[in-house]
């Protein structure tokens, strides 16, 4: 092949994994808004679960027992999900820059194949 070939298949190939990166990031976005959207329902049935306990309540001590309950299960529930959408965000940005790998990979080759027919 020719140093034209070369660079031809080399930007064919570039354009290739930008499509696959491009939709990688978009697969990853969806996923983090369906994930978003699923958190916030959840959240407002336990917001609304214990404002329905908390009018049945008889006692002061009942009340801040319950509050505090809540608040250790909205924490705990809070924590999981950043750990899990910390988790989404690190796999889009993985699988978004992969292709780029197979792309960086093939322009080293592509040059180093030029230097040497060059030399």
Do not use: H
């Not at 808004?33 to 407002?44: C, D, L, M, V």
């Not at 792309?103 to 194949?113: F, L, M, P, S």
């Amino acid at each position: 092949m020719n140093g034209y070939e070369n660079v031809s298949k080399l930007g064919k190939e570039t354009m290739d994994n930008t499509l696959k990166s491009m939709s990688a990031m978009t697969r990853g976005f969806q996923q983090i808004a369906s994930e978003t959207g699923e958190f916030a329902k959840r959240s407002y049935e336990q917001s609304t679960s214990m404002l329905e306990k908390l009018t049945q309540v008889r006692t002061l001590d009942k009340a801040v027992e319950l509050q505090s309950e809540f608040a250790r299960a909205s924490y705990e529930n809070w924590m999981s999900q950043a750990n899990k959408m910390a988790g989404l965000y690190s796999e889009i940005a993985r699988d978004t820059y992969k292709p780029f790998e197979a792309t960086a990979y093939a322009t080293v080759e592509t040059a180093q194949d030029e230097a040497r027919q060059a030399a």
